[in-house]
């Protein structure tokens, strides 16, 4: 472990800035939120801003992508496909424990499993991550029951813990003990450890009641889920709050599903569009002739909790699908977050009343 | 997986489209070769796997391949049901379509050699059987009794009439035929296909049957095959679903734990059953 100011951090960055696109959390000014975004101006870069509504997964996979480009003319029957050069060297700097897990599980579904998304292997190919210890949670953070933080365990280049003045930063991989060793950053004695340890405690210890308690219940949730015991009742219970708006999706570090459209421009060309989805859609599963193998909102619903919980799933991940960001619980204008969910199920097993 | 079967993945190879053939109301029969030779000559498929076809301006879908992993054409048997199909519908002889693929496991040939197999088809529930047909008849030699039952709503409706008329001619090769109402100049079955798969003298033990058409169907031909004893784990069928991808990522064709682009399309009625959806 070394030691960093906050000085060398801003060199760090800056130099990192010579060759990544630089993204991290800012505040935006006309929505008062902290945004995870490209940062073209390195001093809105803010550290210790709360957790951005939005997970960093758009970097890799972002809402609308043009995959590929093609020009076809019937008169002369030609078709020409262009394929893109999606590679571009990018940086995530401050990025919080729960996010970056979500991005590992992107990646394992994206790259491990039968076939690699090739899409999102070219967005993934250069890429530097700077995690960020967080010091305290947020008021909607369960990090601790989905083992995803409050610090990271792996995946970073480099970690940061902030330690009073200065930052304790440990290396993930080359890439970033090569920096440290550019910057010839003072290694930090046995005692960083000892800090690094208590500054983590003090974080897990100040997680309210709530989240501490969920924690054992995700693990029981996960295993009805898995193994089907959860009454229809149950369901048509959560699903009765879906407002179909697709906001816990797109908010979610984990969620990868994706449409793909031909959008046919008036030059002649087609751009081939790759959209993020949601299985909350009533269209996601309609087939040609109208088709749909699943109708009730609530069949949709358990689909994105069973994908989220269930073992089936979690191979795929090699963890749990929720990573504890909490968000989907903020954006959901029902009251079916995910640690709702399992509080519901939770209210099945013990056959407590609800409030 | 087949070492030889690098799918196309994600930029789709172009083909053309050098023949087109009608089947029945509204599903064209579409031959294609691929414009690059190396893959004219590298692309093979296994029965029961599929393709994603781009109809250029018009968008990409999932479709179920008809000809043998040998010796039979490339080609596509299509329903025009939506807008992507539309679209194929309107292309002539010349035009130009993109394809990825194959995907899916496919139709079990290998293991299944030395058995009787079983076809009962519905509709156009012939097209993902074909496949699995030519192959299983170009091996005969490999099989037990071969059967194929067959039903549709009418005499118009039988797909593959050039096929079906070579098959009936064919040695060792028991094919059953049905239609819901009696026509004058029928001299076949009269009758739903799980009446007529009802009646037929079927193998049981070291049997396998392949079932496809429209649900109503398949559940009243599976009830007919398990009373006569065929186990659940030796009866397969192809599903289909909504499709973007086709490389298990985009998720849409997910059914329960499943995803029928890469654990499917081609599941035992055993798997079906504990899938949790309807199918």
């Not at chain 1, 989905?146 to 792996?154: C, H, R, V, Y």
């Not at chain 1, 993930?172 to 550019?182: F, M």
Request: hydrophobic residues 35%.
């Amino acid at each position: 472990m070394y030691w960093l100011t906050s000085e060398q951090l801003e060199l760090l960055i800056k130099k990192l800035g010579e060759e990544y696109k630089i993204f991290g959390p800012r505040h935006d000014r006309v929505s008062g939120e902290v945004i995870f975004d490209h940062l073209t101006d390195l001093s809105e870069l803010d550290l210790q801003a709360a957790i951005p509504y939005n997970p960093p997964r758009f970097i890799l996979f972002p809402h609308l992508e043009e995959i590929l480009k093609y020009r076809y003319e019937p008169e002369t029957k030609q078709a020409r496909i262009e394929q893109l050069n999606l590679l571009e060297p990018k940086a995530l700097i401050g990025l919080r424990s729960c996010d970056l897990t979500g991005l590992l599980c992107l990646d394992r579904f994206f790259l491990g499993q039968e076939f690699v998304d090739e899409f999102y292997l070219a967005h993934r190919k250069k890429l530097f991550i700077i995690s960020n210890t967080c010091l305290r949670p947020f008021p909607q953070c369960f990090c601790v029951c989905t083992d995803s933080g409050p610090a990271a365990k792996e995946g970073f280049d480099l970690d940061l813990t902030l330690a009073g003045r200065g930052y304790l930063v440990e290396a993930g991989s080359k890439k970033g003990q090569a920096l440290i060793d550019e910057f010839k950053l003072p290694e930090a004695g046995p005692e960083a450890s000892v800090l690094k340890k208590k500054i983590i405690d003090d974080s897990v210890s100040s997680f309210d009641r709530w989240a501490l308690e969920n924690k054992a219940w995700i693990s029981r949730a996960t295993n009805r889920l898995t193994t089907g015991f959860i009454k229809p009742e149950v369901w048509e219970y959560i699903g009765n709050q879906c407002f179909e708006c697709g906001a816990c999706s797109f908010v979610c570090p984990t969620c990868s599903c994706f449409n793909i459209e031909e959008a046919n421009q008036e030059s002649g060309e087609t751009n081939r569009l790759r959209t993020w989805d949601s299985c909350s859609f009533e269209g996601y599963t309609k087939m040609a002739g109208d088709n749909n193998p699943r109708k009730p909102v609530e069949d949709r619903r358990n689909k994105r909790f069973f994908c989220k919980l269930s073992y089936s799933q979690s191979k795929k991940y090699l963890r749990p699908g929720c990573v504890g960001c909490g968000r989907c619980a903020r954006v959901c204008p029902g009251d079916i977050g995910l640690p709702n969910v399992v509080t519901y199920i939770r209210r099945e097993i013990t056959g407590e009343a609800g409030e | 997986m087949d070492k030889n079967l690098v799918p196309i993945t994600s930029v789709p190879e172009i083909a053309t489209i050098v023949d087109i053939r009608d089947e029945i109301n509204e599903v064209k029969s579409f031959y294609f070769t691929f414009d690059r030779p190396e893959i004219e000559q590298a692309f093979k498929i296994r029965s029961g796997q599929f393709i994603m076809c781009t109809v250029f301006k018009a968008g990409e879908f999932a479709v179920s391949l008809p000809f043998s992993p040998e010796n039979d054409p490339k080609h596509l048997s299509v329903r025009r049901v939506g807008k992507v199909t539309a679209g194929l519908h309107q292309l002539e002889p010349g035009d130009k379509i993109g394809v990825r693929g194959p995907f899916g496991n496919g139709f079990p040939f290998e293991e299944i050699k030395g058995k009787n197999i079983i076809y009962v088809a519905g509709g156009i529930g012939l097209i993902p059987l074909r496949s699995s047909i030519v192959h299983v008849l170009q091996h005969r030699q490999d099989f037990g009794r071969v059967i194929l039952v067959y039903g549709a709503k009418s005499s118009k409706e039988l797909m593959y009439k050039e096929s079906v008329k070579e098959w009936q001619a064919t040695e060792n090769f028991e094919t059953h035929f049905t239609i819901d109402r009696s026509e004058p100049g029928w001299s076949g079955e009269v009758g739903f296909v799980n009446q007529l798969t009802a009646k037929l003298d079927l193998p049981v033990e070291e049997t396998v049957a392949f079932v496809c058409g429209p649900p109503v169907m398949f559940n009243a031909v599976i009830k007919e095959l398990k009373l006569k004893g065929i186990k659940e784990q030796n009866i397969y069928s192809t599903l289909e679903r909504h499709m973007k991808c086709g490389i298990g990522k985009c998720q849409h064709c997910a059914i329960g734990r499943t995803l029928v682009c890469v654990d499917g399309p081609v599941y035992t009625y055993r798997q079906i059953r504990t899938l949790g959806e309807q199918i």
